[in-house]
């Protein structure tokens, strides 16, 4: 192939195919922009649990097992922080405290998310560039019945389990891309837009919120590729399937892309869901069927060869 | 007895006669003001070195083997923190951390270091009150032929290799006391000061440059009590022997007394110094002989008895 690769990417899955699109490229071939309206300040530590989830993914740090975090994880810190009589509901690891620690001095030293988050990639080997949506802080954001929950507190603290109203990303309109994005979608090799497995509302649609990103999408030369985070009509982890539900939409992929209307060439589905092809090739969407769970790197890096060849790059 | 205790402390060895004075006596009757000249911003965090020291101590979880911070400790972060290439020589256990982020974001969240204190060591159910000689950050400093070193720097990471020429106390004159400590010189039941065995130049020497307390100490009416860092004319742990050469004192404890001119009325010197005793007296010092090395709990509890008993309280 040639040209460069766009990959978008939200958590846990979508850190999966970047990890497998960072395995069949050369680095100099791909960026990896990173949705950060999950990030938040806890205990004085500015996380960003998305560009570590890629970051670890990257580094071969990532727990599989568990399915977060970084492998080998202890958690004598937290344990402390209990006895301290601090705030315990969010579980920072021994090791990947020292992200938080490292990220969070730095910033507060006025690098950007962007500094930082090459200058700790590239600390681990990490090749491809991977950076934040944007350097201005974007804040995700649910309404429940309880009123408007910062999205850690949502996620994690109450387990997603008050039903969702609508979700905003506060700080947008206003923040603008970070450069790497910029750039990236401003190559003239640029090849291909990879939208990664990633919850559409949570993950992705803070990357579209920010400022000229999805005028830059829909304004592209570039095939735009998703890989549809269904699997048998659900989502493998977290609250996509309750979330559509809440926010009256149809658990399908029809309603994924449909969610994505105007942006999206390409839809790759699970081997499970091969029913719904005809009808997204209705709806002018063209269609890939394929394996999309990625249990290790085998399968990892097959769904980057699907979508790369989806954009007539493989 | 009857009355209050202020015992000053600076690190390690002080800590633990600290927890000695917190063994024998009511907690109500006790207040322990911790030297902050040690502390540094460090990876984001405001750390606290001889406040832990007797936080630590007095909470029972001292590591008595390696001699410093926290028993049971580990080294996770620290680790990954040298992976991601930021700086390692300042070692940061993993169960001590917690102390260094509960800390530090409080401090960031506008709470003064007294109130941290007082919230952070009654969490461990410590009794007795530790309060920080000052809320206001005094920083010492130490002259080398390299130019001026933050403390931290010449004490951990050049291990006082290089010779010193002159102390300060950067903060100092402009540091007001701590409520805590300005409270405890005010009691009208004040009965003695304690100056727990520690480096006279580098723990106690801030404490008295602290605005007001050297005068409060001048003009007191009650016993001031020290007991000497020195077993055999050698400090037991620290620079204290190599810093009085370069500083161009005798490695003595008539050198220590004289040190404190004018403060001191009482001196209590290692069974291994009894010899010292004579020429102390001469000086207008009144002198104990006394085991002075706390090797453990019993060793604590006696040397603090016999400086009560200096102090005709016990």
């Known amino acids: 192939m040639s040209g460069h690769i766009l990959a978008l990417s939200g958590g846990v899955g979508g850190a999966k195919l970047a990890a497998g699109l960072a395995a069949v490229l050369p680095?100099?071939?791909?960026?990896?922009?990173?949705?950060?309206?999950?990030?938040f300040e806890h205990l004085g530590l500015t996380i960003c649990p998305d560009i570590d989830s890629v970051t670890y993914a990257l580094a071969g740090l990532n727990d599989t097992v568990r399915g977060w975090g970084v492998v080998d994880e202890s958690w004598r810190t937290m344990e402390r922080l209990g006895a301290l009589g601090e705030e315990s509901w969010?579980?920072?690891?021994?090791?990947?405290?020292?992200m938080h620690l490292a990220r969070s001095w730095r910033l507060r030293a006025g690098e950007s998310l962007s500094e930082v988050t090459a200058r700790l990639t590239q600390a681990l080997g990490i090749g491809p560039r991977v950076v934040p949506m944007s350097d201005a802080p974007v804040r995700t954001q649910v309404e429940t019945e309880d009123g408007w929950l910062d999205f850690q507190h949502y996620f994690v603290r109450e387990q997603c389990r008050p039903a969702a109203r609508a979700i905003r990303f506060d700080g947008t309109p206003g923040a603008a891309m970070s450069p790497g994005l910029a750039e990236a979608l401003a190559r003239p090799d640029l090849a291909a837009v990879i939208l990664c497995?990633?919850?559409?509302?949570?993950?992705?649609?803070?990357?579209?919120?920010v400022d000229g990103v999805r005028d830059a999408l829909a304004a592209r030369k570039v095939p735009f590729i998703a890989v549809s985070p269904l699997v048998g009509g659900q989502?493998?982890?977290g609250p996509l399937g309750k979330l559509l539900g809440e926010l009256g939409r149809e658990n399908s992929n029809a309603a994924i892309a449909a969610h994505y209307a105007g942006l999206l060439d390409h839809l790759i589905i699970d081997e499970s869901d091969a029913a719904d092809a005809e009808g997204l090739r209705a709806m002018g969407i063209s269609v890939t069927v394929a394996p999309t769970v990625m249990y290790g790197a085998a399968e990892r890096e097959q769904l980057a060869r699907v979508a790369l060849s989806a954009a007539r790059l493989g």
Chains 1, 2 share one sequence.
């Open 27 to 39: 680095p100099e071939d791909l960026t990896i922009a990173v949705n950060t309206g999950d990030d």
């Open 90 to 98: 969010f579980n920072l690891g021994d090791r990947d405290m020292a």
């Open 197 to 209: 497995p990633s919850n559409p509302f949570l993950s992705v649609d803070p990357i579209l919120a």
């Open 235 to 237: 989502s493998l982890k």
